[in-house]
């Protein structure tokens, strides 16, 4: 079974550029989370999704970030502009609600790098 | 005062060692907890739940104190594979699925 897809794997850009990244979760999963980590702060919940909807967006840092989920499959993370603060490992996570809670299906992370 | 703290280590062990890591907890009223292992530049994965009465799974035994808000992983018979990041985890009273990670306590396994 395909796992949680993130793209891109790795993206280099400028400072005030516009970056998005996607997400496919697992087939049948009902949450949505993504995650920021960096060496100074660790694992940064940003926003996370039930049924598409967000549930709770108060860890995105400011006006700069949104997300969304148009449909089951699928989600945006976008940063717009971008800053050098920003550069870090965004992570995309899933899980179902009839799983025990605390299973989170990680992808593999989109390493940011903002110059 | 952060959610969820770890000791980052790094812990340096020798092969067959026993290692123990703890983490704490700020919210009383937590109901789940976790540990995760984070391999270096891959993403984190599920090691364990931790059950309130302690449970074991092969080498590793997690423990809870509630009265303390404190967790913690012990690792017998230390593998060189078992060098890695484990991430202490919570799942805060009324949060869903959500889950809190603590920064990790990185594990080092030498010959």
């Known amino acids: 079974d395909a796992g949680v897809i993130q793209s891109p794997r790795h993206e280099v850009t400028e400072m005030g550029q516009e970056v998005t990244l996607r997400c496919k979760p697992i087939?049948?999963?009902?949450?949505l989370f993504w995650y920021r980590q960096t060496m100074m702060r660790g694992l940064e919940l940003l926003i996370y999704f039930n049924n598409n909807v967000p549930i709770d967006d108060s860890g995105m840092p400011e006006d700069r970030f949104s997300a969304k989920m148009p449909n089951a499959s699928f989600s945006t993370l976008k940063i717009q502009p971008s800053e050098p603060r920003d550069s870090a490992v965004y992570f995309c996570a899933s899980s179902w609600r009839g799983r025990v809670v605390g299973e989170l299906f990680f992808g593999e992370g989109s390493r940011l790098t903002v110059l | 005062r952060k959610e969820v703290e770890q000791d980052p280590g790094p812990f340096n062990v020798p092969e067959g060692a026993t290692v123990a890591f703890n983490c704490t907890y700020s919210?009383?009223?937590?109901?789940?907890f976790f540990w995760y292992r984070q391999d270096c530049r891959k993403e984190p994965k599920l090691l364990m739940s931790?059950?309130?009465s302690g449970n074991e799974d092969g080498r590793f035994t997690a423990q809870l104190n509630r009265a303390s808000q404190y967790i913690s992983l012990l690792i017998r018979d230390s593998k060189l594979s078992d060098s890695a990041t484990y991430l202490c985890v919570v799942n805060p009273p009324n949060a869903g699925n959500m889950l809190t990670f603590g920064g990790g306590t990185r594990l080092m396994v030498k010959p």
């Open positions: 087939s049948g999963h009902d949450y």
């Open positions: 931790v059950y309130s």
């Open positions: 919210n009383s009223a937590s109901q789940s």
